[in-house]
Nanobody, 127 residues
Framework: QVQLVESGGGLVQAGGSLRLSCAAS????????MGWFRQAPGKEREFVAA????????NYVDSVKGRFTISRDNTKNTVYLQMNSLKPGDTAVYYC????????????????????WGQGTQVTVSS
């Protein structure tokens, strides 16, 4: 059974940092791009960041550029989202997703259907 399990969420003050992790299991994820989405209460789900299988290509929504960094460790089947300079507007449930996708196509990750999703982890940023 394929699973994506997110962790690392929590409550943090504005300006603080969190690191989210998404551990994948249940199959080989060779060739899979992985990424993060978020959904705030009353809002639609929003793409945040994505990374190619090799880590050589990344993509971010403009609102997090310079503050968030996505990375992955394929030996651990895990993708990370380092979030710095957090703002109250970053408050949301953060979801991990994975899809078999070529390197350059990671630029389209935010608009594609995805094969696998995690259950989400809550991030709350207080002002």
């Amino acid at each position: 059974q394929v699973q994506l399990v997110e962790s690392g969420g929590g409550l943090v003050q504005a300006g603080g940092s969190l690191r989210l992790s998404c551990a994948a299991s249940g199959r080989t994820f060779t060739g899979y791009a992985m990424g993060w989405f978020r959904q705030a209460p009353g809002k639609e789900r929003e793409f945040v960041a994505a990374i190619s299988w090799t880590g050589g290509s990344t993509n971010y929504v403009d609102s997090v550029k310079g503050r968030f960094t996505i990375s992955r460790d394929n030996t651990k089947n895990t993708v990370y989202l380092q979030m710095n300079s957090l703002k109250p507007g970053d408050t949301a449930v953060y979801y991990c997703a994975a899809t078999r996708l070529g390197g350059r196509a990671v630029a389209t990750f935010g608009t594609r259907e995805h094969e696998y999703w995690g259950q989400g982890t809550q991030v709350t940023v207080s002002s």
